[in-house]
Each structure stands twice: as structure tokens, then as C-alpha cells.
């Protein structure tokens, strides 16, 4: 897997809808949403006395599922130190996923014992880790966590970010436009793309408030995100079209992958376009943006 900066592998994350493992009609339901990836949720949605319970209807959503068709999945689990971390570790392994979201995670160390424990488990092949970035000392140690993407079988694709929990812990202020949040949002894009990872914006808790989720994920969108995560299928068209590729941006992207493909700039490391200078590193963002485009396109003949 080539893991260089800005070419990780291209994968549709616009929308990231969580769903509680506890409530059975919204595991039901979720099988129905147009969001391009579903997180079964055993942490803060489930209250403790409910983690039995809500794992045992899981693994039972797992055993319907149709897994031919769009939708990536991902649990969250509790995290290990707990009582339930271990239990909802076993419980994935009747599930098998495509990947396993870590709550919590504050050091490299809480990224590499659950992918030892997972090689140990034989699931060499098994699930993919994500981490929520939420906690502080997460966020003094991003570097260091987003290189496990690159060792220990290099599993780790993507980071989460949990503002609500980094807010509760931090006491930084939660108010439109996110003024003193944006320069930690930025710290997790920075370091995710350092280590080729894949990026999540946090939720916005407001599900009623189209407009502010608009703004909220447009925002998102022109820090760098790959998508935001969700927590009500009302959400869900928004995100995707904050996240997508518009005509437009379609229309200039086949432009520069056209200019360079033009007999009279072969050769060139530099043309121009419609008065602009044009490099070859904009020939390459222009074919992830029809890679991506392309994604969304197959993504809407599964649906
Ligand atoms: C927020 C909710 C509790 C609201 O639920 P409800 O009042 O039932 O909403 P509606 O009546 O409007 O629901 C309409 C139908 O949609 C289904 N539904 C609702 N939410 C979901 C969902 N998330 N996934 C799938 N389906 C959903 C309802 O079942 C209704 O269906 P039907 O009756 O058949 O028509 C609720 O939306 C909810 O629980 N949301 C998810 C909460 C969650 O997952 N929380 C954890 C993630 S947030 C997080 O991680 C924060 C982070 O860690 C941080 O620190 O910031
Ligand atoms: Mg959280």
C-alpha cells in the first residue's frame, strides 16, 4: 500500500453515520441510508449497563448483513483499560468489520496492542483501526499515533476527531465557526496526511440545524477533511454533497489532466491553463478528483 503523503488510498468517507449498537430499530434502519460509512457505536451511546446487550445485538445485525453492497462498517469499542474494551474486542471477531474505531486513544501504545492483539487473534487480514482523536494528551501525541499507520502490520487509515469530548476535558468553548477548535482541527489534518491517514470531522450535535451543518461542514471540507461524521440520518445528503465533487470541480479537473495530456505540452513539468500556471502536482490532485468522483458514481448504482 503506498503510503507517501496525500496518496493513501483513495476511499469514499463522506459521510460517517454513527449508529447505536443498542437500538435495534437504527441498526435496521441504517441498512437503508445513503451514508458511505456506518459506525456501529458499543461506547458512548450505550450506557454501561446496556454493553451486554447491545454487543449480542450486533453481532446478530453482522450475521444479516449484506455486505455486497456500499456501505464501509466500523465499531467502536469501549476502550481497553475498561471493563468492556476486551469484550467488545471478542464480539468483533464474530463481526469482522472493516474496521475498528478506538475511543479515546491518547498514545501510540493504545493503537499497537489492539493491532498485536488482533494478529494474535489470526486476524491478520482482519479489520483496519481508526482512532478517535478526543482526549488531550491524543492530541500532544498526534504525530507519534498517526505513524503507527505506517508499522505494526500498518493498520491504522484514519483519524476521528471527538469534539464533544475534547471540549468536556479541555473546556474550550463550543460556538459557530469553531474559533479556538480550528487550530487543533488543523494539527489532526496536518499530522493525519503526514502518515497518509484519512481524516473525519467531528459531529455536529444539532441534528435539527441544517444550516449550521452546512456551514460546519463546508468548513470541514476547506480544512482538508475527508468527511464528517454524523449522528442522524438527516445529515447524511449534506454531508455527502459538503464532501463531493461538484460539476465544477469535475469540469477543472478533467481540464488538467487534458492540458497535460496535450501533444504540445509533452514534456512539460509546467503549463499554463486558462491564464493560471498549472504543475504536475495539480495533474495529480485533478485525478484523485476524478478517482473520487468516479467513487461517488459507483457508489450510486450499489445504492
Ligand atoms: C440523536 C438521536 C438520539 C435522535 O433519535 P430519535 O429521536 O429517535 O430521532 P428521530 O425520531 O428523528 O429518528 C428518525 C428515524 O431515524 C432513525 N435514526 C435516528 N438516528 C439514527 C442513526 N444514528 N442511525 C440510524 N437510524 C437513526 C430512528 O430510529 C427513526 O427511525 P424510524 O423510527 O424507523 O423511522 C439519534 O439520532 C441517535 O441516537 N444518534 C446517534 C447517537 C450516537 O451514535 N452517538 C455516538 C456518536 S457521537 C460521538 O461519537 C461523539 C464523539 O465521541 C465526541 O466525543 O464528540
Ligand atoms: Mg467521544
Same mark, same amino acid.
Given at each position: 500500500?503506498?503510503?507517501?503523503?496525500?496518496?493513501?488510498?483513495?476511499?469514499?468517507?463522506?459521510?460517517?453515520?454513527?449508529?447505536?449498537?443498542?437500538?435495534?430499530?437504527?441498526?435496521?434502519?441504517?441498512?437503508?441510508?445513503?451514508?458511505?460509512?456506518?459506525?456501529?457505536?458499543?461506547?458512548?451511546?450505550?450506557?454501561?449497563?446496556?454493553?451486554?446487550?447491545?454487543?449480542?445485538?450486533?453481532?446478530?445485525?453482522?450475521?444479516?448483513?449484506?455486505?455486497?453492497?456500499?456501505?464501509?462498517?466500523?465499531?467502536?469499542?469501549?476502550?481497553?483499560?475498561?471493563?468492556?474494551?476486551?469484550?467488545?474486542?471478542?464480539?468483533?471477531?464474530?463481526?469482522?468489520?472493516?474496521?475498528?474505531?478506538?475511543?479515546?486513544?491518547?498514545?501510540?501504545?493504545?493503537v499497537l496492542t489492539v493491532a498485536d492483539w488482533l494478529s494474535e487473534a489470526g486476524a491478520d487480514e482482519g479489520p483496519r483501526l481508526w482512532a478517535m482523536v478526543e482526549t488531550a494528551a491524543g492530541l500532544l501525541n498526534l504525530a507519534e499515533i498517526a505513524e503507527t499507520g505506517r508499522t505494526h502490520g500498518g493498520r491504522l487509515d484514519c483519524f476521528v476527531v471527538g469534539l464533544n469530548d475534547l471540549r468536556k476535558e479541555t473546556g474550550i468553548a463550543d460556538i459557530p465557526g469553531r474559533p479556538f477548535l480550528v487550530?487543533?482541527?488543523?494539527?489532526?489534518?496536518?499530522?493525519?496526511?503526514?502518515?497518509?491517514?484519512?481524516?473525519?470531522?467531528?459531529?455536529?450535535?444539532?441534528?435539527?440545524?441544517?444550516?449550521?451543518?452546512?456551514?460546519?461542514?463546508?468548513?470541514?471540507?476547506?480544512?482538508?477533511?475527508?468527511?464528517?461524521?454524523?449522528?442522524?440520518? *438527516?445529515?447524511? #445528503?449534506?454531508?455527502?454533497? $459538503?464532501?463531493?465533487?461538484? +460539476?465544477?470541480?469535475? %469540469? &477543472?479537473?478533467?481540464?488538467? !489532466?487534458?492540458?497535460?495530456?496535450?501533444?504540445?505540452? *509533452?514534456?512539460? #513539468?509546467?503549463?499554463?491553463? $486558462?491564464?493560471?500556471?498549472? +504543475?504536475?502536482?495539480? %495533474? &495529480?490532485?485533478?485525478?484523485? !478528483?476524478?478517482?473520487?468522483?468516479?467513487?461517488?458514481?459507483?457508489?450510486?448504482?450499489?445504492?
Amino acid at each position: 500500500m503506498n503510503r507517501t503523503p496525500h496518496h493513501h488510498p483513495l476511499a469514499l468517507r463522506r459521510s460517517v453515520l454513527s449508529v447505536p449498537a443498542i437500538n435495534t430499530r437504527a441498526l435496521a434502519k441504517s441498512a437503508t441510508l445513503d451514508c458511505d460509512t456506518i459506525i456501529f457505536d458499543l461506547e458512548d451511546s450505550v450506557l454501561p449497563e446496556k454493553k451486554a446487550e447491545a454487543r449480542a445485538a450486533l453481532v446478530a445485525h453482522f450475521q444479516g448483513l449484506d455486505r455486497s453492497g456500499a456501505h464501509e462498517y466500523v465499531i467502536r469499542i469501549n476502550p481497553l483499560d475498561g471493563p468492556d474494551g476486551a469484550l467488545d474486542l471478542e464480539a468483533v471477531l464474530d463481526c469482522m468489520p472493516d474496521a475498528l474505531l478506538l475511543s479515546k486513544v491518547s498514545a501510540p501504545q493504545d493503537v499497537l496492542t489492539v493491532a498485536d492483539w488482533l494478529s494474535e487473534a489470526g486476524a491478520d487480514e482482519g479489520p483496519r483501526l481508526w482512532a478517535m482523536v478526543e482526549t488531550a494528551a491524543g492530541l500532544l501525541n498526534l504525530a507519534e499515533i498517526a505513524e503507527t499507520g505506517r508499522t505494526h502490520g500498518g493498520r491504522l487509515d484514519c483519524f476521528v476527531v471527538g469534539l464533544n469530548d475534547l471540549r468536556k476535558e479541555t473546556g474550550i468553548a463550543d460556538i459557530p465557526g469553531r474559533p479556538f477548535l480550528v487550530p487543533l482541527l488543523l494539527q489532526v489534518v496536518v499530522a493525519a496526511r503526514a502518515s497518509g491517514l484519512d481524516v473525519i470531522d467531528a459531529v455536529f450535535n444539532d441534528f435539527s440545524d441544517t444550516d449550521g451543518l452546512e456551514a460546519e461542514s463546508r468548513q470541514g471540507r476547506q480544512m482538508g477533511f475527508d468527511g464528517k461524521m454524523l449522528i442522524h440520518p *438527516a445529515q447524511i #445528503a449534506i454531508a455527502n454533497e $459538503a464532501f463531493g465533487v461538484t +460539476e465544477a470541480e469535475a %469540469a &477543472e479537473a478533467l481540464a488538467i !489532466v487534458a492540458a497535460f495530456d496535450a501533444p504540445e505540452n *509533452a514534456g512539460k #513539468a509546467v503549463v499554463e491553463l $486558462a491564464g493560471r500556471m498549472v +504543475e504536475k502536482l495539480h %495533474a &495529480e490532485q485533478a485525478g484523485r !478528483v476524478l478517482a473520487k468522483a468516479d467513487l461517488i458514481n459507483e457508489r450510486k448504482k450499489k445504492a
